[in-house]
């Protein structure tokens, strides 16, 4: 049986309501990040920065489901690929928030100390999970809602495509959200270039420039004034010294 998968637009409420800006979500909320210090995430300018113009998938998830656990080394091989410098040189704009739907909060520490270290997390105390629960109609664990930017719904659910498609389903993600990263563009630009650095073309004329002056002096003529006396002088340092004097060189005289 063949499946096709599909790419749409799912509305967080109704169409006649427009979706919430991906920042706006978080605002006035704490993240937390899943180092070993679980740095808070706490002012307008860093959830921005951490947020703004990415892809944000919201895993919710919980301890006590076994599908849960099944699918967690899938998805943190598809975060380390798309985040971890190991893997790739200019992380992706993507971010991945742990909304936690445990009963207590070891079993929501548990969980996350399986996940990869930049994921973020609701503090277990904030009730927002079970908004964010509700506002995106999660019914069954474990589900990833892929968002857009604009907060827009791009996959309701992307475990399947996850599993089955690993880190390759970012770029169709990229492209539903219309999402440029320069940094990107400008190393396939250098890689098609064949530049070692951006000031490469600059060193590779100046290098060639003296490689021609070398084979021009190495191929001039013997005999020929100023060229000449410079070719004696790359052979006898001292030469030009003992013309100064009035040596006339190493010739012996015949009696």
């Not at 978080?26 to 892809?55: A, K, M, P, S, Y």
């Not at 880190?167 to 190393?187: G, H, I, K, P, T």
Request: glycine residues 4%.
């Amino acid at each position: 049986m063949i499946q096709h998968v599909y790419l749409n637009v799912f509305p967080t409420e109704d169409l006649s309501r427009p979706s919430p800006i991906m920042v706006d979500l978080f605002l006035n909320r704490v993240l937390v990040e899943n180092n070993w210090d679980q740095d808070e995430l706490n002012t307008e300018r860093e959830i921005t920065g951490i947020l703004e113009n990415r892809i944000v998938m919201l895993f919710f998830a919980s301890a006590e489901c076994d599908k849960c656990w099944e699918f967690l080394p899938a998805l943190n091989d598809f975060f380390k690929r798309l985040k971890d410098p190991a893997y790739i040189e200019y992380p992706k704009l993507l971010a991945l928030i742990y909304i936690s739907l445990d009963q207590s909060e070891e079993q929501q520490e548990r969980f996350l100390r399986e996940m990869h270290k930049k994921v973020l997390f609701l503090a277990f105390e904030d009730p927002y999970r079970k908004e964010l629960q509700a506002m995106f109609k999660v019914k069954d664990v474990p589900t990833v809602v892929v968002l857009r930017p604009d907060g827009s719904v791009i996959s309701p659910n992307a475990v399947q495509d996850i599993c089955r498609f690993g880190a390759d389903r970012f770029r169709d993600w990229q492209e539903a959200a219309e999402l440029v990263e320069r940094s990107f563009m400008l190393n396939e630009e250098f890689d098609n270039l064949n530049l070692r650095s951006a000031t490469d073309p600059v060193r590779r004329l100046k290098y060639k420039t003296e490689d021609d002056k070398r084979k021009t002096r190495w191929w001039k003529p013997w005999g020929k004034g100023k060229d000449k006396d410079e070719e004696e002088r790359g052979k006898d340092g001292s030469w030009d010294t003992k013309r100064k004097e009035g040596d006339k060189g190493t010739w012996r005289r015949i009696i």
